[in-house]
């Protein structure tokens, strides 16, 4: 069975304070994919990124940074230096190999307030 | 240039009645996705349409949703009849057919169904 689990439901910070999203996935295939989405007050989840099983490179994006560690099965998301702007739902997301093009897997979502 | 839209925003019926969903994705996008968000739980896939065909609705839950997309433009998910477990979030979500394969899905807002 294929599973995502953000254990965090909540978390607040100050702005300006780094904050790491853990994301831990279980799946028995050897291709797969992972995702982050946001979801912002507006409520339509925005897509961040999108890695494949196959690249444990890790990513920076501006603020935004990920870490894919397959050995631990965890995707984690961390921002620096946060910003008001931040706050949001964050949903991590997984495909397997077989799964059909849009049918993801989604984690329970991680509510991030970022207080000035 | 116009996001996916989803109407309405807010559907409040008591049990046993009937609500319709619509969604518009965005223009030229042949795939449309709906998934569904039970309070508290994680974001389900329902289906995935290629146009006017069904792909994959494997995660439609019972004979009680109907999902159309007459023509491969706009797209109806109907509830009939409603049930109180059937309360939730339902998205929609579209992608050209490259970015399905990569997992950007362009999300709507959602539709907030409340079952009484």
């Known amino acids: 069975a294929q599973k995502v689990t953000q254990a965090q439901t909540e978390i607040s910070v100050v702005e300006k304070e780094d904050v790491t999203l853990d994301c831990v996935y279980e799946?028995?295939?050897?291709?797969?994919?992972l995702f982050w989405y946001k979801q912002p007050p507006s409520g339509e989840l925005v897509f961040l990124i999108r890695?494949?099983?196959?690249?444990?490179q890790n990513e920076i994006s501006g603020r935004y940074s990920w870490n894919f560690q397959k050995s631990t099965s965890s995707f984690n998301f961390t921002i620096t230096a946060s910003q008001v702007v931040d706050s949001a739902v964050y949903f991590c997301?997984?495909?397997?190999?077989?799964?059909?093009?849009?049918?993801?897997?989604f984690g329970k979502g991680t509510k991030l307030s970022v207080k000035p | 240039e116009a996001g996916v839209t989803q109407f309405p925003s807010h559907s409040v019926i008591e049990k046993g009645q009937t609500v319709t969903l619509r969604c518009d994705p965005i223009?030229?996008?042949?795939?449309l996705y709906w998934y569904r968000r039970v309070m508290g739980k994680e974001i389900k896939f329902l289906l995935h349409?290629?146009?006017?065909?069904?792909?994959?609705e494997s995660g439609m839950p019972n004979n009680r949703f109907l999902a159309e997309r007459t023509g491969g433009t706009y797209s109806t998910l109907k509830v009939q009849p409603a049930e109180l477990e059937d309360s939730g979030v339902y998205f929609c979500?579209?992608?050209?057919?490259?970015?399905?394969?990569?997992?950007?899905?362009?999300f709507g807002e959602g539709s907030r169904l409340t079952v009484l």
């Open positions: 890695r494949n099983s196959f690249d444990e």
């Open positions: 223009s030229g996008h042949d795939n």
């Open positions: 979500a579209s992608s050209q057919v490259g970015g399905a394969i990569i997992g950007e899905l362009f």
């Open positions: 799946t028995r295939d050897t291709t797969y994919y």
């Open positions: 349409f290629v146009k006017e065909s069904k792909q994959d």
């Open positions: 997301a997984l495909r397997g190999y077989g799964g059909s093009q849009g049918n993801l897997i």
